[in-house]
């Protein structure tokens, strides 16, 4: 049975109480979203502090992005969630992030994908088995225009349906997942994945 829109609430305030706890989600930054069903979502409220959600800091949307609750501001970052949701049917929550180390790695990585390889960790990605691989990590350059920025991101996704997440740079990330638990998951282990790469370009002495 799917979750109830209570539970998916509980989940979303849980998920902030804890992204903001690892310093993940700071000074009201982040949005987060649950699937309610096959063209509906629940998403973070605009403004809010993610470590203080309560359960009128989510709306439900469709997912063009409209809001369906008039009396809500939805996230600015709205369509970055739902055009995930329209995307594959199967992914049943969004996170977005903005850690220190997310937004220095998106900011000295060279070009315009960062290359984890040779991590054990990058198992705990959905759909990996092996540290043999190579996940790639778009970085899109970031943009005000929400709409414009959700456009350049869909031809990667297109082309890329195996990827677990995305770099806007100097902003954050985006990984989704088929449950919040998962999408929890994921935002471990990229932010794990991310801290090794600093410190690899950091003992190395800059960027690679
Ligand atoms: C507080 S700066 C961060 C915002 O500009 C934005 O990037 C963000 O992540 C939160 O926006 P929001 O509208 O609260 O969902
Ligand atoms: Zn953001």
């Given at each position: 049975?799917?979750?109830?829109?209570?539970?998916?609430?509980?989940?979303?305030?849980?998920?902030?109480?804890?992204?903001?706890?690892?310093?993940?989600?700071?000074?009201?930054?982040s949005n987060y979203s649950a699937r309610l069903s096959t063209g509906r979502a629940l998403l973070t409220v605009s403004g809010k502090h993610k470590g203080q959600l309560g359960v009128d800091d989510v709306l439900e949307t469709d997912l063009a992005g409209n809001s369906l609750e008039p009396g809500k501001k939805p996230s600015a970052e709205t369509l970055l969630?739902?055009?995930?949701?329209?995307?594959?049917p199967e992914i049943g929550a969004v996170l977005h992030t903005h850690s220190v180390n997310a937004t220095v790695l998106s900011r000295l990585t060279p070009g315009d994908c960062l290359e984890l390889e040779d991590y054990e960790l990058q198992k705990a990605f959905a759909g990996v088995t092996t540290h043999e691989g190579r996940v790639s990590v778009p970085i899109f350059d970031n943009d005000q225009d929400i709409a414009r920025l959700a456009a350049r991101v869909q031809p990667w996704l297109d082309a890329h349906p195996e990827c677990p997440g995305y770099l806007i740079r100097g902003h954050g990330l985006y990984t989704w997942g088929l449950r919040m638990s998962d999408a929890l998951r994921?935002?471990?282990a990229f932010e794990f994945l991310f801290e090794c790469e600093l410190k690899v370009m950091t003992l190395r002495g800059g960027a690679r």
């Open positions: 049975m799917n979750d109830t829109r209570e539970q998916l609430t509980r989940q979303i305030i849980d998920a902030g109480r804890f992204l903001y706890g690892r310093g993940w989600s700071p000074a009201t930054s969630h739902t055009q995930l949701y329209a995307w594959r994921q935002v471990e």
